[in-house]
């Protein structure tokens, strides 16, 4: 199977709080990705995932690759209203990608 | 930057009628793909390309068509359209097969 599991499937939370949403399959991935995708736009890519156990830093959004490569996760640190969005995680395998269904994320201020 | 562009931006149709959702890219990606988005399941692969003359099945396929005559154009054809293809409709390129994609802003389709 595909499946990509995103959890959880909302979170509303006060400006300046820290978070984390998770990416879990039950198998193994080559890569991951994940995007972020604001109302009335498309996706926007925020990095990609390689290596097992692999830690990358984006500014205030830290995220991890599991060790045995079936799982992600992002955490933010002191979240803003600008990080408000749906956050996606990708995988690809054999010419196509496969999408989780997200994780609704509102900052109020 | 155009990047990728999709119009219509929002489309009504009744049942059975058909029309032609248009996408084009200007960075001379080889790979497009059509996904369409549907509240909590995320992106479904419909269609894909991994260049011009060729096209392949995603998941989601039955009821809509590509072709791809040039690297900068990848439309979806609905034939006969149906209320279940309400939906938000994405257009993606990459310079790899593996990504990371480039998305369009999507075309919101409601069929009635």
């Known amino acids: 199977t595909q499946l990509l599991e995103q959890s959880p499937q909302f979170l509303s939370i006060q400006e300046g709080e820290n978070l984390t949403v998770y990416c879990n399959s039950s198998s193994v991935f080559s890569s991951l990705q994940w995007y972020r995708q604001e109302p009335g736009e498309g996706p926007v890519l925020l990095v990609t995932?390689?290596?097992?156990?692999e830690v990358k830093k984006l500014k205030r959004l830290t995220f991890q690759f599991g060790d045995a490569r079936k799982d992600s996760s992002l955490h933010i640190t002191a979240a803003q209203p600008g990080d408000t969005g749906l956050y996606l995680c990708a995988r690809y395998n054999f010419n196509k990608f496969y999408f989780g269904s997200g994780t609704k994320l509102n900052v109020k201020p | 930057n155009a990047g990728v562009t999709q119009t219509p931006k929002f489309q009504v149709l009744k049942t059975g009628q058909s029309m032609t959702l248009q996408c084009a890219q200007d960075m001379n990606h080889e790979y497009m793909s059509w996904y369409r988005q549907d509240p909590g399941m995320g992106l479904r692969l419909i269609h894909y390309s991994v260049g011009a003359g060729i096209t392949d099945q995603g998941e989601v396929p039955n009821g809509y068509n590509v072709s791809r005559s040039t690297t900068e154009d990848f439309p979806l054809r609905l034939l006969s359209a149906a209320p279940s293809q309400t939906s938000v409709y994405f257009c993606?390129?990459?310079?790899?097969?593996?990504?990371?994609?480039?998305f369009g802003n999507g075309t919101r389709l409601t069929v009635t």
């Open positions: 993606a390129s990459s310079y790899s097969i593996s990504g990371p994609l480039h």
């Open positions: 995932v390689v290596t097992g156990g």
